[in-house]
């Protein structure tokens, strides 16, 4: 069943989502040769501690770290660690999350480590994160949750793929309901698979994590012995890209962006919800 959240609630949400905002500011700072994954996970629990707001992530199903540090192919899920020390030319994808009086925030975005990246891995991030934008401007009052998948497929699909080839959807991960808990229903693929039909209509109060994670090559993954680290079965690197975002009766609202997606959405022909903290 999915949760309906009443606009009080949303505001409450609003707050965790800014300081999921705050950490990716501080981490994306900090991702920087030389630093290691522990490192970031050091300077996400600060921001969450100065504005006391509890981490979601931190033994969520036993998960070790405040956050996730996933490197090169590894799409999803990457624990930090004081082993892995970032190299120039690495490919990160940070994804955090905080609660702030039992509300949910979550939220991911990919950066790269200093310089010398490939044309092919800068246009990779561009996609996956302009294809999490197509799903969150389809969100919107009488559509339903298989017009957000299916925009955000097109989109990718739509966009050549320097080289050639096509870029790998991922199919085994995908985004989610948040709100009181992190992960709820409804599952958000980032593709349209038929048999599951078109999914509940989208109404005022719906909140989502729109997420895609996309790779250079291969749709398909593995999970490591660790249980947790996600990588992409043919070794090819990936983007993952997210944002927590309400449906408001005013229109959508970006509750991990720090001005709510106002401007992204303006680009798009769309405005922005009013944000409830002003």
């Given at each position: ?10 505001a409450k949400m609003r707050e965790a989502g800014l300081v999921v905002a705050a ?28 504005h006391n707001a509890k981490p979601n992530f931190l033994g969520y199903g036993g ?16 624990i930090p660690s004081d082993d892995v020390v970032l190299k120039d030319g690495d ?188």
């Amino acid at each position: 069943m999915v949760q309906i959240k009443s606009p009080e609630q949303i505001a409450k949400m609003r707050e965790a989502g800014l300081v999921v905002a705050a950490i990716h500011a501080a981490t994306r700072e900090a991702a920087v040769p030389g630093a290691t994954t522990k490192d970031l996970d050091q300077v996400a629990r600060k921001v969450l501690a100065e504005h006391n707001a509890k981490p979601n992530f931190l033994g969520y199903g036993g998960f070790p770290a405040t956050i996730c540090t996933s490197v090169n192919e590894v799409v999803v899920h990457g624990i930090p660690s004081d082993d892995v020390v970032l190299k120039d030319g690495d490919v990160i994808s940070i994804d955090c999350g905080a609660i702030i009086d039992g509300w949910h925030g979550d939220a991911a975005y990919t950066a790269f480590v200093g310089s010398g990246h490939s044309p092919e891995l800068v246009e990779l991030s561009r996609v996956t994160e302009e294809s999490m934008w197509a799903g969150i401007a389809a969100m919107k009052q009488g559509n339903r949750l298989v017009d957000i998948s299916r925009a955000v497929e097109t989109y990718i699909r739509r966009q050549p793929k320097p080289g050639g080839g096509k870029y790998g959807i991922i199919e085994d991960y995908g985004g989610h309901g948040i709100g009181t808990e992190m992960h709820m229903d409804p599952h958000l693929l980032n593709y349209v698979d038929r048999r599951r039909g078109k999914g509940p209509k989208l109404v005022p109060g719906f909140c989502l994590a729109i997420e895609p994670m996309v790779s250079l090559g291969t749709p398909k993954t593995e999970v490591l012995s660790d249980d947790w680290t996600v990588i992409t079965t043919d070794g090819t690197w990936s983007s993952h890209w997210e944002h927590s975002v309400a449906l408001t009766e005013q229109g959508p609202l970006v509750l991990t962006a720090p001005d709510g997606g106002k401007a992204k959405l303006a680009e798009m022909g769309i405005t922005a919800a009013p944000d409830p903290l002003g």
